[in-house]
């Protein structure tokens, strides 16, 4: 096994390194040609090795950075005011060919906007995407993307994240011949805004790309589809309101509980089940989104992920690594535009 | 009381007269005032009226249409092809002055293009738009729009959304000074694309208009606007994606069933609660969504509502030509943009 060298954000996220610490030490232990670099201050990094009484330096290594992007922060101004952050130096890491990847639990937009100036595109990509894989009615996974790095998307953006979607679906889930799909408001042909049909006819004339139509926002998790394509400003929208929805849901059932000795076992029974369910199911949980489209493999865990939940987007990492995703979107690009 | 007339789409939805007859049946009867006028095949009617023993012809008129529209047809085509249809009858009562309002569970987008066509929109209303009310966290509900009408919309016509969600949800649902948002992906001023920030600027500026700013999709249901505003394209997904979510969390729950002796029980006391909590939050379910901004008023029935939810979307008509909302639409749209 070829070494592989993943650069983590270790402050960003709503707990920084009490989270992304003992997820980096659970991710050498299980993989031995794993080599982190753990981007971050270096004390508080210290005290959360020696909690948890990791001692073998081989497989980590510490970067000392003195700043951190924080939450709220204006993606924007983090360009210019945060150039020693975490975030920043895990990206350049994977820009001078340190890392293969890098994996960051912080703030979206500044982990976009930073990725996107340290990294650049593709070669025939306007904008990076940002997808994640959702669970549907059967075994398979649904990647849907855009999840909101690019809110004012035309037809050729649209056709560039389809492309991108296929290739992710097809190396890091080994899908052959993945069913793209275009998110719209009906599935016949005349439905839609002007930039979906133009981006439609677009991706009917690709070869190479399995292009299916059009798919509703309720079939989004039926497996019609394993990519669905949306702008970023739908995608977002869709996926918060399913989370919005489960908390509704969730809500309604504590306070059934509140009714008659029946209603009140029916809810106690039906809790723990949902609450398992959402874990799986909650979009907002689901974690490991990528940031597609760059010349380097981005990461994107939850803010508010736990330790299991940061190992796996470390893990998916991994894989695109592996699979040198970047490369492959490329290549795809080259075929399908020649 | 003043008598109070609404014209019957019977023949629509995916049940027609089994449905919408014993519908139109409990409505007379449960309301001495109202008077109905059942557009659509006059044997089928008959049928079904002999079938519900209901004799009583002074509150029931009929008037025999030799046309339906179907469920799949194509909208534009029925404008040509489909002159007495039921549903256009309906509507043309409206326009005559015969009816006070109309209501269809047919096939919603030749429904938005014969009320478009027949009745016309408001002065200063550039596209009606669909709406409806949905649960939330606490007892109040939300007015969601658009949910499909019009795809296309600039930052105008989101205004003009914004303007009729308010006197909506202040005339039907008695809110005052209803909280009106923009659907977004942040709440801060800064995200979302150029149509919502302009339409944003406008309603700021609008006197009469308790605009809040942005909500995100998560905050759909969570009582933190009263009115949420929403392009057709974003809407329309952003509802039925919850949709298709519902279903989801409906399967596994399902499937669960088949692991442990207690997961079965689990999953056995909650069904029967997840089904009714999702027949009171399923967006899908929830009837009576109404097209404002026309010269008068139309609303919509599911088309699979049973007769419970069309004798529902028969009682929010009433409930809107009680408040005369075009009337209102039309007032407060002149202080707005006076």
């Given at each position: 096994?070829?070494k592989?060298?993943?650069?983590?954000?270790?402050?960003g996220?709503?707990y920084?390194?009490?989270?992304?610490?003992?997820?980096?030490?659970?991710?050498?232990?299980?993989?031995?040609?794993l080599?982190?670099i753990?981007c971050?201050?270096?004390?508080?990094?210290?005290?959360?090795?020696?909690?948890?009484?990791?001692?073998q330096?081989?497989?980590?290594?510490?970067?000392?950075?003195?700043?951190?992007?924080?939450?709220d922060?204006k993606?924007?101004?983090?360009?210019?005011?945060?150039?020693?952050?975490?975030?920043?130096?895990?990206?350049?890491l994977?820009?001078t060919?340190?890392?293969?990847?890098?994996?960051?639990?912080?703030?979206?937009?500044?982990?976009?906007?930073?990725?996107?100036?340290?990294?650049?595109?593709?070669?025939?990509?306007?904008?990076?995407?940002?997808?994640?894989?959702?669970p549907?009615?059967?075994?398979?996974?649904?990647?849907?993307?855009?999840?909101?790095?690019?809110?004012?998307?035309?037809s050729?953006?649209?056709?560039?994240?389809?492309?991108?979607?296929?290739v992710?679906?097809?190396?890091?889930?080994?899908?052959?011949?993945?069913?793209?799909?275009?998110?719209?408001?009906?599935?016949?042909?005349?439905?839609?805004n002007?930039?979906?049909?133009?981006?439609?006819?677009?991706?009917?004339?690709?070869?190479?790309?399995?292009?299916?139509?059009?798919?509703?926002?309720?079939?989004?998790?039926?497996?019609?589809?394993?990519?669905?394509?949306?702008?970023?400003?739908?995608?977002n929208?869709?996926?918060?309101?399913?989370?919005?929805?489960?908390?509704?849901?969730?809500?309604?059932?504590?306070?059934?509980?509140?009714?008659?000795?029946?209603?009140r076992?029916?809810?106690?029974?039906?809790?723990?089940?949902?609450?398992?369910?959402?874990?799986?199911?909650?979009?907002?949980?689901?974690?490991?989104?990528?940031?597609?489209?760059?010349?380097?493999?981005?990461?994107?865990?939850?803010?508010n992920?736990?330790?299991?939940?940061?190992?796996y987007?470390?893990?998916?990492?991994?894989?695109?690594?592996?699979q040198?995703v970047?490369n492959?979107?490329?290549?795809k690009?080259?075929?399908?535009?020649?």
């Amino acid at each position: 096994m070829s070494k592989l060298t993943i650069a983590l954000d270790v402050m960003g996220g709503d707990y920084g390194p009490p989270v992304t610490i003992p997820a980096a030490v659970l991710a050498v232990q299980q993989c031995p040609n794993l080599h982190l670099i753990l981007c971050g201050d270096q004390t508080q990094i210290d005290a959360q090795l020696r909690k948890a009484k990791f001692t073998q330096t081989d497989q980590l290594e510490i970067i000392h950075c003195s700043q951190v992007v924080t939450m709220d922060e204006k993606p924007a101004s983090t360009l210019r005011k945060k150039p020693d952050s975490s975030m920043r130096r895990a990206l350049e890491l994977v820009e001078t060919g340190e890392a293969d990847a890098c994996v960051s639990a912080g703030n979206t937009g500044a982990l976009l906007t930073n990725a996107y100036y340290v990294l650049k595109t593709l070669a025939g990509i306007n904008r990076p995407a940002l997808v994640s894989a959702l669970p549907t009615f059967s075994d398979r996974k649904v990647f849907l993307l855009d999840l909101g790095a690019n809110v004012n998307c035309d037809s050729e953006i649209l056709f560039q994240y389809a492309v991108m979607g296929s290739v992710l679906a097809e190396q890091v889930e080994g899908m052959v011949n993945p069913r793209v799909a275009l998110l719209n408001v009906g599935e016949e042909q005349i439905k839609g805004n002007d930039t979906v049909k133009n981006a439609a006819q677009l991706l009917s004339e690709a070869p190479g790309i399995n292009f299916i139509g059009y798919v509703e926002g309720n079939d989004i998790f039926s497996d019609k589809a394993d990519v669905v394509v949306a702008d970023g400003f739908t995608g977002n929208i869709a996926l918060k309101a399913c989370e919005g929805f489960a908390t509704l849901v969730l809500n309604e059932v504590k306070s059934a509980s509140a009714e008659s000795f029946f209603t009140r076992l029916m809810a106690k029974m039906a809790l723990p089940l949902l609450k398992r369910i959402y874990s799986r199911v909650n979009p907002d949980q689901y974690n490991g989104a990528s940031l597609l489209g760059l010349r380097g493999i981005v990461v994107k865990s939850h803010g508010n992920a736990q330790v299991d939940a940061f190992l796996y987007a470390i893990r998916v990492a991994m894989r695109e690594v592996d699979q040198q995703v970047p490369n492959k979107i490329k290549h795809k690009l080259e075929i399908v535009l020649s």
